[in-house]
């Protein structure tokens, strides 16, 4: 069968043009709205209204959620509007959190926080879990533009969240605004384009409501690289030099919408929408830079009803019910037709049917994704909640180059349900929260039972029910100075992603178990100065993580593509993290922030199980770190805001970020004479600069990563890009 292309990009440009549609429709009448608001207003009300009130209620809800019990940080996404920052790299510059990135733009990457990486850490829009979202709606997808605050919570969770989360959970929360428009386009080096819609419109006299977000990205990646080419005719490594990389391209769209009411007797909102994106992804690489591709492919679409619903006082007063629910249905296609083989200089041989396997491999995964809240106040000072979350998930795969593959006859899928209670008292200067939680695990699957070298496949079943529980406490000693201490046992259940693979790059695994962890939080926030024209705040937080069954992904480098999760035994976390904050004035910003995590390996034995039976041999990475992990790192910024119209509407900004990595191995360091498997320590530079008119309609903003053209490496030295510049113009109006 010879060469084939499916033509994706038209169909997803295509898509973006309709989803963009609908967003410049709702462009049109949220801009009449907002201009006969301002026709009616007086101008010094309507500045006094959209700075002051806008911005005192935004930080009153970011210090209301940063005081809660749990160990929390809370990012206002409203001061990175400006940038071209995407939400994974907002989440990188804070504490605890570490996002490695195997290139530039919609790379694949790996997100950890305080430890605990991938699927361990949970990922929420407005509390709908994001489990299978695909990979076009990914953190490095979604504008920060969308987002009200983003909000990460370390160890332990809240009920309310649902999550069968390891070690923490990301919320992002969008933007409520009753009435306005963000329109924002930039472009920058090896030809990034990132464009943003997002918008409102309110009817206050019938509570009609509709929102909007629309996103598009597309880059090259064709940044250069260092690399070792491999001669393809002998197979050895030829000198090192700087090459391009030529097989990376990205281009991600994405829109959702909702249309409602809002602010009725029977429902605060009830909101149906839509979630509908498409990505196609060029791969260049294997695990390592030592493989490179220059055919393989990989596409993804979504389309994703939704329901969300909210009413306070449901039938009696106090009690308070919320409803998400989703369903999920996604599309997944990897392509590997090529009958080529590359390296680095872009040379060629021929091969008998691909660059590695050939395949068109297509994953169609459909998902129900269901969450309701239900808390109900007991008086001042006691209220009891109660969360139920349902998924759903169902595969069916297909691939026209092996049709007949009788894998694709057997059942694919997992229903998980998580139940949480919980009980919290609250008074002036303290509050408490005690809960309890249940994890239920049904998966269907197949695994080959066979002796002998002809295939037997057989379907497999694993179920499992498993309670946690935990505690989170909060003490203001002085109006300045807060405590936190939070304890969890909580469970994770494997993934889809986990348990089935993908068919193609992660093999999948029907033994896995679910993991157990016991975290613990010990915090404390001060605020030093808080009058006059110096704010000073200090935060500090000791963690413990003891994880169980650790599920982590096995990648090895003698097969590039072969990627498969395994249980790992024991895994002990113990480290801290520090955050300092000034601001003069509200004119000039300064923040540091640090975090140390020592992740040891803690199983003495590794058991693998067979048909042959169960071997043990001794886990030569006993009492070490687990490899491939930072361990230190952190950021320092520093901002200031000018007034040069003598307005506070047009101003600029200036920002400068630092980020620091300190080397760690990528392989045990243990292992072997002098290793010399190191990523090594990493210092980046961010530059940004924007500036506001036309009393804050809009804005310029001129943006260099990288400033210093460092070299910047992630998982198994997969280098990332050097200095990029960015330009970014913004439109921006609200009631």
Request: glycine residues 8%; contains cysteine; hydrophobic residues 35%.
């Amino acid at each position: 069968m010879g060469d084939i292309t499916i033509p994706i990009r038209r169909k997803a440009s295509t898509l973006f043009g309709w989803c963009t549609l609908a967003a410049f429709m709702l462009i049109s009448v949220t801009h009449v709205q907002a201009q006969n608001v301002r026709d009616t207003i007086p101008t010094d009300t309507l500045k006094r209204k959209n700075v002051e009130e806008v911005q005192v209620d935004g930080n009153a809800a970011i210090r209301k959620v940063k005081e809660q019990a749990y160990n929390i940080n809370v990012i206002d996404a409203k001061q990175l509007y400006n940038s071209s920052l995407d939400i994974n790299q907002a989440l990188n510059r804070t504490t605890g959190v570490r996002v490695r990135e195997d290139g530039g733009l919609g790379s694949t990457f790996n997100f950890s926080l305080n430890g605990f990486t991938g699927r361990q850490v949970k990922f929420f829009i407005d509390g709908l879990p994001m489990d299978n979202f695909g990979s076009s709606l990914t953190l490095n997808n979604l504008p920060t533009t969308m987002a009200e605050r983003i909000e990460i919570y370390k160890g332990v969770l809240p009920v309310s969240l649902g999550a069968d989360a390891l070690g923490g959970a990301v919320n992002i929360v969008t933007r409520k605004n009753a009435n306005y428009l963000d329109v924002s386009y930039g472009l920058g080096s090896f030809n990034t384009h990132k464009a943003g819609v997002n918008g409102a419109y309110t009817n206050a006299n019938t509570g009609f409501t509709i929102r909007a977000n629309a996103f598009y990205n597309y880059s090259d990646n064709n940044y250069r690289v260092r690399v070792r080419p491999v001669d393809l005719n002998s197979g050895q490594l030829l000198e090192e030099q700087e090459v391009k990389r030529f097989h990376d391209s990205y281009n991600s769209i994405g829109a959702q919408v909702d249309v409602g009411l809002t602010g009725r007797s029977y429902a605060d909102h009830l909101l149906f929408g839509a979630i509908v994106s498409g990505n196609d992804r060029d791969i260049q690489t294997g695990v390592t830079m030592q493989q490179v591709f220059g055919g393989r492919t990989a596409h993804s679409s979504s389309v994703i009803p939704t329901l969300k619903y909210k009413k306070s006082d449901l039938f009696i007063e106090n009690l308070d019910f919320t409803l998400y629910s989703a369903y999920n249905l996604t599309t997944n296609n990897f392509i590997d037709t090529t009958r080529l083989r590359f390296n680095w200089l872009q040379e060629t041989v021929p091969t008998t049917a691909a660059e590695v396997l050939r395949s068109q491999l297509k994953n169609r995964d459909n998902e129900l994704l269901s969450t309701a809240n239900l808390s109900y106040k007991l008086g001042q000072h006691q209220a009891l909640s109660l969360n139920y979350l349902l998924t759903d998930f169902r595969r069916q795969s297909s691939d026209i180059e092996n049709p007949d593959n009788p894998t694709f006859l057997m059942p694919q899928g997992l229903r998980k349900q998580n139940v949480g209670l919980a009980w919290q008292t609250t008074y002036e200067r303290f509050t408490a929260t005690v809960f309890g939680k249940m994890f239920l695990l049904n998966a269907k699957s197949f695994e080959d039972v066979s002796r002998n070298t002809v295939p037997d496949y057989q379907p497999t079943t694993l179920q499992s029910t498993n309670g946690g529980f935990g505690a989170a406490t909060s003490y203001f000693i002085r109006a300045d100075l807060q405590t936190k201490a939070s304890y969890e046992r909580t469970y994770r259940l494997p993934e889809a992603i986990e348990l089935l693979g993908d068919g193609l790059f992660v093999r999948r695994n029907t033994n896995l178990r679910p993991e157990r962890s016991d975290n613990l939080n010990l915090g404390v926030l001060y605020t030093v100065l808080n009058e006059g024209m110096h704010r000073l705040n200090l935060e500090g937080n000791f963690i413990f993580r003891n994880a169980k069954d650790y599920i982590r992904q096995d990648q090895q480098q003698s097969q590039p593509v072969d990627r498969q999760f395994i249980n790992v035994g024991d895994v002990r976390t113990t480290g801290g993290e520090a955050e300092i904050r000034y601001s003069w004035n509200n004119r000039f910003f300064a923040n540091v922030n640090a975090t140390y995590q020592h992740i040891i390996d803690r199983t003495e034995f590794l058991i693998t199980e067979n048909l042959t039976g169960v071997t043990r041999t001794p886990n030569l990475n006993f009492g070490y770190r687990i490899p491939n992990m930072p361990y230190f790192f952190g950021n320092a910024n520093l901002g200031a805001r000018f007034e040069p119209l003598g307005n506070d509407r047009d101003v600029l900004n200036l920002n400068y970020n630092v980020n620091f990595v300190e080397r760690y191995f990528l392989t045990p360091s243990q292992l072997g004479l002098n290793n010399t498997d190191i990523i090594p320590r990493q210092v980046s530079h961010d530059f940004i600069a924007d500036m506001a008119f036309g009393n804050g309609k809009y804005i310029v903003a001129a943006e260099c990563r990288n400033l210093f053209n460092s070299d910047l490496f992630d998982n198994y030295l997969l280098q990332k890009p050097g200095r990029s510049f960015f330009l970014k113009l913004r439109y921006f109006i609200t009631q």
